[in-house]
């Protein structure tokens, strides 16, 4: 007798609860969680792999497929009629060709890629809470050649292209995988593998050469001493130097935010699990704090580290006296909307911004915002601000991002309007700017989009400068190395590709693997020992020394 199918409310609830957080859909994951209770369901936290869901209900299509022409001992192949999970099948009736096929049943597409906004949980499960690097369905992982090109892709509409529009995700291609790194001498590329889940965020210390922190999924933070240069041997493997295993007792407490302060004394943790955690470079929890109600998004010292700002899914922001240990003030400025990120403009300033379309500039001495700044027509997951504090950059779900005028941020005057980028297909994910300009050139900034393309703006005409379509899924993550010469992209295919600023070409470019999507990148410099760190869907963490890479040294 065949072993029964056993189908619980409780399973199909943590199914939709991790749908919820692919799609980005961070409320009603928060309400299905609460209503649900899955936070004492056995299954919250387990595994389940981004697109489970839709990857069920393709196989009920096809199961449904195969029911409905199966005709004798054949498959039918006279219908091309589709079948969707709404509408009911109606065969087309194709007169039967003369010769009797029997093919394998289709592979049905589930269109709605559960591309999350994952900020704070797994790639199955995340909400990187600034919106967790939003995934895709994982259809067959599209493989890249380390240092190849893929294939090429239909170009993306010029960045001067007026309303963006949501387009279906292109297809995902099949590239012939090349396991080694090319391109680059023995100890380019190393894996710092202590993890038990995915890898969410990473953070280089500032000040000391080589300590990387880390964090996962299941709550777990590592401490790194990644060496270099002579000391690097690619044959010694790197263990922890410490590891934070006891953060929290809660089911899902996955790791949203590392920051350190400027220092290099304190590291801020921010956790699904509402509590802003603070530890010392020897691990020691200098001081934590439970004020918030739902998961922190994004946690950050103020450039002189006297203070800490947060942003959390209970549609707050919280700053700390980090001498005094101690709340300074709660604001509600968004409303019931979530608040996504936040970033300080100067010592006492800073702007968040959240689910309500709307950024708020806020002063520590004030009582209600300096500004609002109004524009965008979708959630806005990410601000910074440039690096002389005069202008700040948003992105949002509405395919653009703007850069506002914040020189006058104190006067009582409306600032001025915002520049408009335009030309990206999708939402999205994160906006970096350019540490360097040269004398007379306008500043840059570089935005990545699941339309699976970085593009690099000119911020002063609102110009794209160039379109970067080399990824082939998602791009999550996208940063500029400290001396602003490169400009590097991460995203859901599992390739990390390197292009010069100056020229805008391809420098280089590493696959990470299968079913690897990079969460996110942190390149930091100390002296002339320059890293790159990668948090990887696979459980791991990656680190790349350009000082390694030929390519990015003749540039």
Same mark, same amino acid.
């Given at each position: 007798?065949?072993?029964?199918?056993?189908?619980?409310?409780?399973?199909?609830?943590?199914?939709?609860?991790?749908?919820? /957080?692919?799609?980005?859909?961070?409320?009603?994951?928060?309400?299905?969680?609460?209503?649900?209770?899955?936070?004492?369901?056995?299954?919250?936290?387990?595994?389940?792999?981004?697109?489970?869901?839709?990857?069920?209900? @393709?196989?009920?299509?096809?199961?449904?497929?195969?029911? #409905?022409?199966?005709?004798?001992?054949?498959?039918?192949?006279?219908?091309?009629?589709?079948?969707? !999970?709404?509408?009911?099948?109606?065969?087309?009736?194709?007169?039967?060709?003369?010769?009797?096929? &029997?093919?394998?049943?289709?592979?049905?597409?589930?269109?709605?890629?559960?591309?999350?906004?994952?900020?704070?949980?797994?790639?199955?499960?995340?909400?990187?809470?600034?919106?967790?690097?939003?995934?895709?369905?994982?259809?067959?992982?599209?493989?890249?050649?380390?240092?190849?090109?893929?294939?090429?892709?239909?170009?993306?509409?010029?960045?001067?292209?007026?309303?963006?529009?949501?387009?279906?995700?292109?297809?995902?291609?099949?590239?012939?995988?090349?396991?080694?790194?090319?391109?680059?001498?023995?100890?380019?590329?190393?894996?710092?593998?202590? =993890?038990?889940?995915?890898?969410?965020?990473?953070?280089?210390?500032?000040?000391?050469?080589?300590?990387?922190?880390?964090?996962?999924?299941?709550?777990?933070?590592?401490?790194?001493? &990644?060496?270099?240069?002579?000391?690097?041997?690619?044959?010694?493997?790197?263990?922890?130097? !410490?590891?934070?295993?006891?953060? *929290?007792?809660?089911?899902?407490?996955?790791? *949203?935010?590392?920051?350190?302060?400027?220092?290099?004394?304190?590291?801020?943790?921010?956790?699904?699990?509402?509590?802003?955690?603070?530890?010392? *470079?020897?691990?020691?929890?200098?001081?934590?704090?439970?004020?918030?109600?739902?998961?922190?998004?994004?946690?950050?010292?103020?450039?002189?580290?006297?203070?800490? %700002?947060?942003?959390?899914?209970?549609? *707050?922001?919280?700053?700390?006296?980090?001498?005094?240990?101690?709340?300074?003030?709660?604001?509600?400025?968004?409303?019931?909307?979530?608040?996504?990120?936040?970033?300080?403009?100067?010592?006492?300033?800073?702007?968040?911004?959240?689910?309500?379309?709307?950024?708020?500039?806020?002063?520590?001495?004030?009582?209600?915002?300096?500004?609002?700044?109004?524009?965008?027509?979708?959630?806005?997951?990410?601000?910074?601000?440039?690096?002389?504090?005069?202008?700040?950059?948003?992105?949002?779900?509405?395919?653009?991002?703007?850069?506002?005028?914040?020189?006058?941020?104190?006067?009582?005057?409306?600032?001025?309007? $915002? %520049?408009? !980028?335009?030309?990206?297909?999708?939402?999205?994910? $994160?906006?970096?700017?350019?540490?360097?300009?040269?004398?007379?050139?306008?500043?840059? +900034?570089?935005?990545?989009?699941?339309?699976?393309?970085?593009?690099?703006?000119?911020? +002063?005409?609102?110009?794209?400068?160039?379109?970067?379509?080399?990824?082939?899924?998602?791009?999550?993550?996208?940063?500029?190395?400290?001396?602003?010469? =490169?400009?590097?992209?991460?995203?859901?295919?599992? $390739?990390?590709?390197?292009?010069?600023?100056?020229?805008?070409?391809?420098?280089? @470019?590493?696959?990470?693997?299968?079913?690897?999507?990079?969460?996110?990148?942190?390149?930091? @410099?100390?002296?002339?020992?320059? /890293?790159?760190?990668? #948090?990887?869907?696979?459980?791991?963490?990656?680190?790349?020394?350009?000082?390694?890479?030929?390519?990015?040294?003749?540039?």
């Amino acid at each position: 007798m065949p072993a029964p199918l056993l189908i619980t409310a409780d399973q199909v609830n943590c199914l939709i609860h991790a749908y919820f /957080l692919d799609s980005g859909f961070q409320h009603s994951a928060f309400a299905i969680r609460m209503e649900g209770r899955l936070d004492q369901s056995p299954h919250i936290k387990k595994h389940i792999p981004r697109g489970e869901l839709i990857e069920l209900l @393709s196989k009920a299509l096809l199961y449904s497929e195969v029911e #409905a022409h199966w005709k004798g001992d054949e498959l039918s192949t006279n219908c091309s009629a589709p079948f969707s !999970l709404l509408d009911t099948h109606a065969c087309s009736l194709q007169p039967l060709s003369s010769t009797n096929d &029997v093919r394998e049943p289709s592979t049905s597409k589930a269109n709605g890629d559960t591309a999350g906004k994952r900020k704070a949980t797994t790639p199955s499960e995340d909400a990187r809470a600034e919106k967790r690097a939003r995934k895709e369905q994982d259809e067959k992982d599209a493989q890249m050649n380390v240092d190849g090109v893929p294939a090429p892709k239909p170009k993306p509409k010029d960045a001067k292209s007026d309303a963006p529009q949501t387009l279906p995700e292109p297809p995902a291609k099949k590239l012939k995988h090349k396991p080694s790194v090319v391109g680059a001498r023995s100890g380019a590329v190393r894996f710092l593998q202590a =993890h038990k889940t995915e890898v969410f965020v990473v953070a280089w210390n500032p000040a000391t050469k080589g300590q990387l922190v880390s964090g996962s999924r299941d709550a777990v933070v590592n401490y790194w001493a &990644v060496p270099s240069g002579s000391n690097n041997d690619p044959t010694v493997p790197i263990q922890p130097t !410490l590891t934070l295993s006891d953060l *929290t007792k809660d089911k899902q407490a996955d790791l *949203t935010a590392l920051n350190w302060n400027h220092d290099g004394s304190l590291v801020a943790i921010g956790s699904y699990d509402s509590i802003l955690r603070i530890c010392t *470079t020897n691990g020691e929890t200098y001081f934590k704090d439970s004020h918030h109600k739902g998961p922190i998004f994004a946690a950050k010292f103020s450039p002189s580290g006297q203070w800490i %700002v947060t942003a959390s899914l209970d549609s *707050t922001s919280c700053v700390w006296d980090v001498k005094q240990k101690s709340i300074l003030r709660k604001y509600r400025n968004h409303g019931v909307a979530c608040c996504l990120d936040v970033e300080w403009l100067d010592d006492s300033t800073f702007a968040s911004c959240g689910a309500d379309t709307v950024i708020h500039i806020v002063s520590l001495v004030a009582t209600g915002p300096l500004h609002t700044l109004e524009g965008h027509a979708g959630e806005i997951n990410s601000i910074k601000c440039n690096p002389s504090r005069t202008r700040l950059a948003s992105c949002a779900d509405d395919g653009t991002a703007r850069i506002w005028n914040i020189e006058n941020m104190h006067s009582e005057k409306a600032l001025p309007a $915002s %520049v408009i !980028l335009t030309g990206h297909q999708q939402c999205l994910t $994160s906006i970096e700017w350019c540490p360097a300009a040269g004398p007379g050139e306008h500043e840059l +900034v570089a935005t990545a989009s699941f339309d699976a393309t970085a593009r690099l703006w000119d911020t +002063v005409t609102g110009d794209c400068i160039k379109v970067f379509a080399d990824h082939t899924k998602h791009v999550y993550a996208i940063t500029f190395s400290p001396d602003g010469r =490169h400009l590097v992209t991460g995203g859901g295919d599992g $390739s990390l590709i390197v292009y010069e600023v100056k020229s805008k070409e391809k420098k280089w @470019s590493w696959y990470t693997g299968e079913k690897s999507g990079i969460f996110e990148i942190d390149w930091q @410099s100390w002296g002339n020992t320059s /890293l790159i760190a990668l #948090a990887l869907e696979r459980q791991m963490v990656a680190i790349v020394d350009p000082g390694k890479v030929p390519a990015l040294q003749s540039s």
